[in-house]
């Protein structure tokens, strides 16, 4: 199970960090992705990093702002993203897939119910 918080309402070029809570199986057996959903649009990639907390992997589009983390000892994954815009908006989902990282969302096995972020102009 995969439980994100940290979303909110923010303004352009401010901060918020995500975080995911994995409970089950030992998390250090997963790659972590995170994606998000912008309203009729579809589930777009934007970062994931290896088991081992190595070669992360992030979307065009952020980066140079976002970055993932992981603490395996606390089975929880971060999503740390600086000087936002309001194209950042949408649901932000947190996943987990057994093997390496993928861009895929089809390849990922477990889910979490996700959290808004909002960033206003």
């Known amino acids: 199970q995969l439980v994100e918080s940290g979303g909110g309402f923010v303004q352009t070029g401010m901060s918020l960090r995500l975080t995911c809570e994995v409970s089950g199986p030992p998390v250090n057996m997963y790659a972590m992705g995170w994606f998000r959903q912008a309203p009729g649009q579809g589930r777009e990639f934007v970062a994931g990093?290896?088991?081992?907390?190595?070669?992360?992997e992030y979307a065009d589009s952020v980066k140079g702002r976002f970055s993932i983390s992981r603490d395996n000892t606390k089975k929880t994954v971060y999503l740390d993203m600086d000087s936002l815009k309001p194209e950042d908006t949408a649901v932000y989902f947190c996943?987990?897939?057994?093997?390496?990282?993928?861009?895929?969302?089809?390849?990922?096995?477990?889910w979490g119910q996700g959290t808004q972020v909002t960033v206003s102009a």
């Open positions: 996943a987990a897939r057994s093997t390496w990282v993928s861009k895929r969302d089809s390849d990922y096995t477990y």
């Open positions: 990093v290896a088991w081992a907390g190595l070669n992360a």
